[in-house]
């Protein structure tokens, strides 16, 4: 059974960077037709989609987060991260990290969720 | 970008109730279309794949169709562990991987 663990600071201030971290077991991050995905709710709205990682490595990200988006990957520890730059109060949210099955796009596995709130 | 466009946004049923929830993609998506349930404070759990296909564990109660320009999520009889929200997902151009708006499902 997979599961996915996020990790981060729960605080982070406004134009600072936000950097989260998934911890993967179960599975591996560099096998497979996979991908791992970073996904955000603010409290009450809906999911929104953040960017994802192939096993290869390659990275897609959602155009809205205008360039400010990163994610990497630990392979050694079999861990992914997030980075998101120029935080504001708009990026207070759950953040999820997830896997899908590349082919179908379904997130059929999702780490429990962390509050990062942004505040000075 | 494709966008999913959800409806209802909110229902209320009662136990025993068949519900519908449908959602229609701006442009076809050749049935990329998957559903989620989420409880207050938990992870989104996958139900629904490619349209119609139920995701290991889920409750048989539960399908997913597609006719004409939308796709629908029913549960053909409700139970109490189904009051959630539920959104619906297109994986058929990504990026952006983009959900509808979701639809709450109430106690009447």
């Known amino acids: 059974q997979v599961q996915l663990q996020e990790s981060g600071p729960g605080l982070v201030k406004p134009s600072q960077t936000l950097s989260l971290t998934c911890s993967v077991s179960g599975g591996s991050v560099s096998g497979g037709d996979l991908y791992w995905n970073w996904l955000r709710q603010p409290a009450g709205k809906g999911l929104e989609w953040i960017g994802r990682m192939y096993s290869t490595g390659t990275t897609n990200y959602n155009p809205s987060l205008k360039g400010r988006v990163s994610i990497s990957r630990d392979t050694s520890k079999n861990q992914y991260s997030l980075n998101l730059s120029s935080v504001t ?19 059929d596995f999702w780490g429990q969720g962390t509050l990062v709130t942004v505040s000075s | ?19 519908t929830i449908t959602c229609r993609p701006s442009q076809s998506i050749y049935g990329y279309l998957n559903w989620y349930q989420q409880k207050p404070g938990k992870a989104p759990r996958l139900l629904i794949y490619s349209t119609s296909n139920l ?9 997913g169709s597609f006719s004409g320009t939308d ?15 539920y ?3 297109q994986s058929y151009s990504i990026p952006p991987l983009t959900f509808g708006g979701g639809t709450k499902v109430e106690n009447k």
Do not use: M
Not at chain 1, 91 to 107: K, N, S
Not at chain 2, 1 to 19: H, K, W, Y
Not at chain 2, 71 to 85: C, K, N, P, V, Y
């Open chain 1, 89 to 107: 109060a708009a990026d207070t949210a759950v953040y999820y990290c997830a896997r899908d099955t590349g082919t179908l796009g379904a997130v």
């Open chain 2, 87 to 89: 959104y619906c997902q």
């Open chain 2, 71 to 85: 796709f629908t999520l029913t549960i053909s009889s409700l139970e109490s562990d189904d009051f959630a929200t």
């Open chain 2, 1 to 19: 970008d494709i966008q999913v466009t959800q409806s209802p946004s909110s229902l209320s049923a009662s136990i025993g109730d068949r519900v």
């Open chain 2, 55 to 63: 995701h290991s564990g889920v409750p048989s109660r539960f399908s």
